[in-house]
């Protein structure tokens, strides 16, 4: 089993930035492929970004890429999603995920979310 537990959420005005964070326990942390997803009320849930074990391979999608960076600390076991130029329709509750897997789907292990809301 591996435990995730995400912060760093909150308001913030458009334009804005926001860290989110991500840290796990249980098993090994290097060992999974990571991932951000977030679903807004009233959406499916969709993929924001992954990183691999060592942090080398990235993957964005349009929505998001130029704006969110994400990246990982496995000293640390923390996974981090830095995103700039917030924009009202990045509202949503953000989820870390851990998997097996570099892709959009497919992860194994869900955090229980963060809620992030970008004011107009």
């Known amino acids: 089993q591996v435990q995730l537990v995400e912060s760093g959420g909150g308001l913030v005005q458009a334009g804005g930035s926001l860290r989110l964070s991500c840290e796990a326990s249980?098993?090994?942390?290097?060992?999974?492929?990571m991932g951000w997803f977030r679903q807004a009320p009233g959406k499916e849930r969709e993929f924001v970004a992954a990183?691999?074990?060592?942090?080398?391979?990235?993957r964005y999608p349009d929505s998001v890429k130029g704006r969110f960076t994400i990246s990982r600390d496995n000293a640390k076991n923390t996974v981090y999603l830095q995103m700039n130029s917030l924009k009202p329709e990045d509202t949503a509750v953000y989820y870390c995920?851990?998997?097996?897997?570099?892709?959009?789907?497919?992860?194994?292990?869900w955090g229980q979310g963060t809620q992030v809301t970008v004011s107009s």
């Open positions: 990183i691999s074990r060592s942090g080398g391979v990235t």
């Open positions: 995920a851990a998997g097996k897997i570099l892709g959009i789907k497919d992860y194994d292990y």
């Open positions: 249980g098993r090994t942390f290097s060992n999974y492929v």
